[in-house]
């Protein structure tokens, strides 16, 4: 199956686990808040109850002088009770409604946090087959001019135009190239086991990365204006609703301090007798109101916590800021270099493939030795190799800092 980049990134969206598992932690946290609502609700339950008198309690009276010992209770009794309660002022619980709604967005933030770093790391393995796809490309091309090379020494030392010396060089630098070969064919499959673990696909699927790194040469000479918005970076963005979060914690923790009022109602349905029953009703409404005065200073002391929770918190966002700041002017100078590295490079190219076309040309009528034949060939692969490289490290500089600054 051929996949192109978009392809693999679709793919990975849809198979990876991790992305799986992130959009299972927002319908979680989802159902949380939901259920966090349910306290502003009437809490309703029904109950009853059987109990058999298998001995009666006696009771002892004193009637006229003499004691009289009196039976109590009956054989059966039966209760059902129907009651429901709901909170009318409750100011910690409301507070803490507004702490799960931002629970919610946190998951919400960590999954797109999952879905961004996705994106970057299948890129990344993408660019690394193309890579190694390309060294594969340059090593046969390598071997294939090796094999032709040595046809030619054999065609010239059968006519006595070459030495025995250069024809076992010849046959060396065959031997030489074939392994490498066989290293770089490994590679390509390495790296494609790579790209499909990211993808979430089993290994033994069948995938074929379409593409090629000179596909990307249009963005690396693009005109590039250095990226320094740190606006949608997910770590500063899960740190400041998690500072949104103490600071509700904060203020719920302080409101424990107010009065609480609830309301509840009871209904009740008994019964009691020996062979014949005889129903009883009852009902009752309440409010109850609870005044905090004193609890050894708990109240206080959790929310002195809380407050130095908060102050860690905004320092680690200080120091977080600033490595992501670091890291972000390191990128754009990593893209900066690949970019010159790259014009270096292509020059190189051009005039080592002239180079080691002289040299063959010239090595065929005789006017050089094989041994500057290898050394134009080697120049030449050098120089394919770095240009190569230069393009794969440009885009995952790129990657990494759109990780960085949350573009997705």
């Not at 050894?296 to 002391?301: D, L």
Request: glycine residues 4%.
């Amino acid at each position: 199956m051929q996949i192109t980049l978009d392809q693999a990134l679709e793919i990975a969206l849809a198979e990876s686990n991790t992305i799986k598992i992130a959009d299972m932690t927002v319908e979680k946290s989802g159902y949380a808040k939901k259920g966090s609502y349910a306290s502003l609700y009437p809490n309703v339950n029904i109950s009853s109850s059987y109990q058999r008198t298998l001995l009666k309690q006696v009771m002892v009276m004193d009637m006229g002088g003499q004691a009289m010992e009196i039976k109590v209770g009956r054989d059966n009794n039966i209760t059902a009770t129907a009651s429901a309660s709901m909170p009318l002022v409750n100011a910690p619980l409301w507070e803490s409604l507004k702490l799960s709604a931002l629970d919610v967005e946190l998951a919400v933030e960590q999954a797109r946090s999952s879905k961004v770093s996705m994106i970057s790391q299948v890129k990344q393995a993408f660019y690394g087959v193309l890579l190694a796809k390309e060294s594969l490309a340059v090593m046969t091309q390598v071997y294939n001019n090796a094999q032709a090379n040595f046809e030619k020494t054999m065609q010239r030392y059968q006519v006595g135009k070459a030495s025995e010396l250069e024809k076992l060089r010849a046959q060396v630098n065959v031997m030489n190239a074939e392994p490498n070969v066989s290293s770089a064919e490994n590679a390509v499959l390495l790296a494609t086991w790579q790209l499909k673990a990211v993808m979430g696909l089993n290994l033994d699927t069948d995938i074929e990365a379409v593409g090629d790194l000179k596909d990307y040469t249009e963005q690396l000479l693009a005109p590039y204006v250095s990226e320094n918005d740190i606006s949608n970076n997910s770590s500063l963005l899960q740190l400041d609703i998690q500072n949104r979060m103490l600071e509700s914690t904060i203020r719920m923790q302080k409101k424990q301090y107010l009065p609480t009022l609830a309301a509840s109602i009871n209904y009740n349905y008994s019964a009691m007798g020996d062979d014949e029953l005889r129903w009883f009703p009852s009902s009752n409404a309440a409010l109850s109101l609870t005044i905090p005065v004193f609890d050894g200073f708990q109240k206080h002391y959790n929310i002195k916590q809380s407050k130095i929770n908060k102050d860690m918190l905004d320092v680690q966002r200080i120091d977080a800021e600033r490595q992501i700041r670091i890291a972000i002017r390191n990128y754009n100078d990593r893209i900066a270099l690949c970019v010159k590295n790259y014009t270096a490079a292509n020059s190189t190219v051009e005039i080592a493939q002239k180079s080691y076309e002289i040299s063959e040309k010239m090595y065929e009528v005789g006017k050089t030795t094989l041994v500057e034949l290898n050394d134009a060939q080697l120049a030449l692969q050098q120089a394919q190799l770095t240009q190569a490289q230069a393009i794969y490290e440009f885009m995952v500089a790129r990657a990494s800092l759109d990780e960085l600054i949350g573009k997705e």
